[in-house]
């Protein structure tokens, strides 16, 4: 398997724009998180999905933030409008139940 | 909510030395997980502890799980340039979701 999967791995966008990002978990994995990293708050969980469905949401930050997973192979976070306090590096990372996180690579969020 | 606290928030050693994180959470947890990040990359697994009292060893790595369930160590001995990076603790509330503490972050003075 080639592991958690993230796409774009960089964006710059300006503020107000719509921005995707978007997860492909590794095979067979039930559990799915989106987390946003900054210096100022570490690693923040955003949102987690067991067998595509939401479990909690209470990390994401306001409702410009959501979260959808469609499949067991597809997952996206979309912020719309972004905002400049919204740059910050997003991880996907999945896993089986109680089990170690694999994390993607990671989307760099850039907003002017 | 459920808090995991690290410390400390960073450290400087000289290469050779040893280190220690130190994680404490606000509630019993049922297992613990470390996890390192490389500078630029993303959070790796390294171990998951799960019984009260646990010691295990990963080459230099030593981590310790307590007995009441509530904290957890890692400690690295005699220190090389590879082991720079973030070390996080990370444990599971009741309802699954996976807590990260804040991290330390090692940076090895040549």
């Known amino acids: 398997d080639a592991g958690v999967i993230q796409s774009p791995r960089h964006e710059v966008t300006e503020m107000g724009q719509e921005v995707t990002l978007r997860c492909k978990p590794i095979s067979g994995h039930d559990y799915l998180f989106w987390y946003r990293q900054t210096m100022m708050r570490g690693l923040e969980l955003l949102i987690y999905f067991n067998n595509n469905v939401p479990i909690d949401d209470s990390g994401m930050p306001e409702d410009r933030f959501s979260a959808k997973m469609p499949n067991a192979s597809f997952s996206t976070l979309k912020i719309q409008p972004s905002e400049p306090r919204d740059s910050a590096v997003y991880f996907c990372?999945?896993?089986?139940?109680?089990?170690?996180?694999?994390f993607g690579e990671g989307s760099r969020l850039t907003v002017l | 909510g459920q808090q995991v606290m690290q410390i400390p928030q960073y450290q400087h050693v000289q290469e050779g030395e040893d280190f220690t994180t130190y994680c404490n959470s606000s509630?019993?947890?049922?297992?613990i997980q470390w996890y390192k990040q490389r500078p630029g990359g993303h959070p790796v697994f390294l171990i998951q502890l799960v019984k009260s009292g646990e010691v295990k060893k990963q080459k230099r790595l030593t981590f310790q799980f307590g007995e009441a369930k509530k904290n957890s160590s890692l400690h690295i001995t005699a220190t090389q340039t590879t082991d720079v990076g973030t070390y996080f603790c990370?444990?599971?509330?009741?309802?699954?979701?996976?807590?990260f503490g804040k991290g330390t972050r090692l940076h090895i003075l040549p």
């Open positions: 990372a999945s896993s089986f139940i109680t089990g170690e996180l694999f």
């Open positions: 509630t019993t947890l049922s297992n």
């Open positions: 990370a444990g599971p509330s009741r309802d699954d979701k996976i807590i």
